[in-house]
């Protein structure tokens, strides 16, 4: 397998190099709004280790990463009254993944509603920084 690179979008976005509309933070995990959502409220959760795929992290920090999944899900359900979530989460090209740092996928679900395809359209900011706002309230409060 490819080794990881620190140079691709994730790593920047945790470096603080380039912005995100953030959701949860803590020690070992960032949660961020897709900006190309599948559904209102997508978020992505990334551990902070330099892990590419579930192919190469550790278990601890795996382990972290579905825990702080589970809370932005359950903030979704409050925020977004959402009737289910959808998880994704992609490894390699060859399976799905476009980004090489993990990422778990946090897709708020409607019933009967399909999900957009897969970076289908960018969302506006405005309506971003409001989910974002929205989610984070759901996770604190
Ligand atoms: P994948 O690696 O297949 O899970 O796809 C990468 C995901 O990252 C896609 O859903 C994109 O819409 C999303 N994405 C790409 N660039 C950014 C960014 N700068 N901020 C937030 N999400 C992004």
Same mark, same amino acid.
């Given at each position: 397998m490819p080794s990881y690179d620190p140079n691709n979008i994730f790593a920047k976005i945790l470096?603080?190099?380039l912005p995100c509309y953030k959701v949860y933070e803590d020690d070992k995990v960032l949660a961020f709004l897709d900006i190309m959502p599948r559904s209102p409220g997508h978020t992505l959760v990334l551990p902070k280790a330099p892990a590419r795929n579930i192919l190469d992290i550790s278990a601890d920090d795996?382990?972290?990463v579905i825990t702080a999944a589970q809370k932005v899900a359950k903030a979704?359900?409050?925020?977004? !009254?959402?009737?289910?979530?959808?998880?994704?989460?992609?490894?390699?090209?060859?399976?799905?993944?476009?980004?090489f740092h993990l990422h778990l996928h946090v897709i708020p679900r409607k019933a009967g509603v399909a999900m957009?395809?897969?970076? !289908?359209?960018?969302?506006?900011p405005d309506v971003l920084a409001e989910h974002a706002k929205k989610l984070a309230a759901a996770i604190s409060g």
């Open positions: 470096r603080g190099e795996l382990a972290h979704a359900v409050k925020a977004f !009254s959402a009737d289910g979530i959808t998880i994704q989460q992609f490894n390699e090209g060859a399976g799905g993944q476009v980004v957009k395809p897969p970076a !289908s359209e960018k969302e506006k």
